[in-house]
């Protein structure tokens, strides 16, 4: 059974970076799809970036194209979510996701494995 584990969470000024980590233990991580997504309070769950078991396609949502970088290491059984020019509607808890699939995938229903979460709050 796949267990995700998210960090890396924190309060940060308008502009600013910060990085997300997402563990995984169980199953075979080389050939699980990840993703992240992020939910604020009163909205659904949105994709925010997703990546191929072999790192070379990516996804991202309209909102953080060209700020948010995924990125996937299979020897570490992790992923990383690197977040730049943060905004105050990035502020959401996000999620790691994980799919046991090849096709990389960008709704939420797809994906079935879920970490616990991890909350980003930036500030204006």
């Known amino acids: 059974q796949v267990q995700l584990v998210e960090s890396g969470g924190d309060f940060v000024q308008a502009g600013g970076s910060l990085r997300l980590s997402c563990s995984v233990s169980?199953?075979?991580?080389?050939?699980?799809?990840m993703g992240w997504f992020r939910q604020a309070p009163g909205n659904e769950r949105q994709f925010v970036a997703a990546?191929?078991?072999?790192?070379?396609?990516?996804r991202y949502g309209d909102s953080v194209k060209g700020r948010f970088t995924i990125s996937r290491s299979n020897a570490k059984n992790s992923v990383w979510l690197q977040m730049n020019s943060l905004k105050p509607e990035d502020t959401a808890v996000y999620y790691c996701?994980?799919?046991?699939?090849?096709?990389?995938?960008?709704?939420?229903?797809?994906?079935?494995?879920w970490g616990q979460g991890t909350q980003v709050t930036v500030s204006s």
């Open positions: 990546i191929s078991w072999t790192g070379g396609t990516t």
């Open positions: 996701a994980a799919r046991q699939s090849v096709r990389v995938a960008t709704t939420a229903r797809e994906f079935n494995i």
């Open positions: 169980g199953g075979t991580f080389s050939t699980i799809v």
